[in-house]
């Protein structure tokens, strides 16, 4: 099995940085699981569960909600099954849990949450303005 542990969430006001780490690890009496993709969504009280980010391991590709593109950047550590989202110039409607995600079997769906093997608890983000 895939556990993923998120970490960098609070409080921060409009116009703020933040960065969002996410560590996976999945090594168990011998078990290894290959990383194909990992990446982001946010949910907000009330609100549908909501794509962010993702990148690919295979090629390095990264692909961004609208919402987020221009101020959101996702990057990964391969080697350590570690994605980050550089979050800049936040938004009060950024508000959110943001969850990380993986997959092992990657088929093309980033955006699609049945895309993913696997979930983290999620990070809480709060934007005040």
């Known amino acids: 099995q895939v556990q993923l542990a998120e970490s960098g969430g609070g409080l921060v006001r409009a116009g703020d940085s933040r960065r969002l780490s996410c560590v996976a690890s999945?090594?168990?009496?011998?078990?290894?699981?290959?990383?194909?993709?990992m990446g982001w969504f946010r949910q907000a009280p009330g609100k549908e569960r909501e794509f962010v980010a993702a990148?690919?391991?295979?090629?390095?590709?990264?692909f961004y909600a609208d919402s987020v593109k221009g101020r959101f950047i996702i990057s990964r550590e391969s080697t350590e099954n570690t994605v980050y989202l550089q979050m800049n110039n936040l938004k009060p409607e950024d508000t959110a849990r943001y969850h990380c995600?993986?997959?092992?079997?990657?088929?093309?769906?980033?955006?699609?949450?049945?895309?993913?093997?696997?979930w983290g608890p999620g990070a809480q983000v709060t934007v005040s303005s």
């Open positions: 990148i690919t391991w295979s090629d390095d590709r990264a």
């Open positions: 995600v993986l997959d092992t079997s990657y088929s093309g769906h980033y955006s699609s949450p049945s895309e993913y093997n696997a």
């Open positions: 999945g090594r168990t009496a011998g078990y290894t699981f290959n990383t194909k993709v």
